[in-house]
């Protein structure tokens, strides 16, 4: 050991224990990832559960993944592992702003959706709250019936609308955030189940239209919204790439399109990011 790392060990300022791990002083070797709001990390490698703060769930096939609501806050925050071989090990998840885009709908067509009557107001919460514990966080999941990357919900799939998260107003009203993304297709092309899955609700809904839920197991809900019709059921099984229903304008559209979405463990996420290559995701180094 040469002189100044010495004095640093005696000193205090180095631990004798981190100079033999090779590692740097206290805080600095601690692991961590970067991860933008409505985006997903990962940890891989010989993974069991995991965690974010209070939140556990299971890892998928070995790894953990991370999905980061897109109105968390950003910050830091502790996520952890359970390795295969009983080790817990922490990292730090900082998560960074993302700034919504703004959408505007300045002459919405569909009137009884910028007026919205007293009867429309208590369809809407009633459905909302149906549809809450579909959406949220549980701590209990089935097991996962899917892998990363998801298929796709259309063959072809159209470049998406770029319009997750979006800020949006209608004929200058502003409104809640927009939950998924939009791809341009036209009316009456087959929807695909994007996993192996399980449908929880198929519906009409006065925002959505005629929509459908499908939950993949390990907290991974997928939504397809506006259908012109559905061909499921709830408590159906479907499969991967299973037609589900076809592309419609119901609900609050202006025209036809499929606005698909994505809500895992309680975070509403960009789909697309489902989408990639899994190895393509911010990775905990
Ligand atoms: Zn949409």
Redesign the pocket.
């Known amino acids: 050991m040469n002189l100044l790392l010495n004095a640093l060990v005696v000193s205090g300022l180095l631990s004798l224990s981190a100079f033999q791990t090779g590692q740097t002083p206290a805080g600095t070797a601690q692991k961590s990832v970067r991860v933008a709001q409505g985006e997903v990390g990962r940890w891989a490698g010989n993974c069991l559960r995991c965690s974010l703060e209070k939140r556990v769930w299971p890892a998928v096939n070995g790894t953990c993944y991370y999905p980061i609501d897109m109105e968390m806050k950003a910050g830091s925050y502790t996520i952890s592992r359970r390795t295969t071989g009983g080790k817990l090990e922490t990292a730090q998840l900082i998560v960074t702003e993302k700034p919504c885009r703004p959408e505007d709908f300045p002459n919405f067509p569909k009137k009884e959706y910028i007026n919205v009557s007293p009867e429309n107001r208590k369809r809407a919460t009633r459905e909302a709250a149906e549809v809450k514990p579909l959406i949220s966080y549980q701590a209990s999941v089935r097991p996962a019936v899917f892998d990363l990357p998801i298929g796709k919900p259309a063959s072809p799939l159209p470049r998406g609308e770029g319009n997750f998260g979006a800020c949006r107003t209608f004929n200058g009203q502003a409104r809640d955030r927009?939950t998924?993304q939009?791809y341009p297709l036209t009316e009456s092309k087959p929807v695909l189940s994007v996993a192996n899955g399980r449908v929880r609700l198929a519906a009409n809904q006065f925002y959505s239209g005629n929509a459908v839920y499908i939950d993949h197991g390990n907290g991974l809900i997928s939504e397809y919204?506006h259908l012109k019709s559905f061909s499921v059921k709830p408590g159906q099984t479907v499969q991967k790439g299973q037609e589900i229903g076809r592309v419609g304008q119901t609900g609050r559209v202006t025209g036809p399109h499929l606005?698909f979405g994505v809500r895992w463990h309680g975070a509403c996420i960009n789909p697309g990011f489902l989408l990639i290559d899994p190895a393509d995701l911010p990775e905990v180094k």
């Open positions: 927009h998924g939009d919204f606005h």
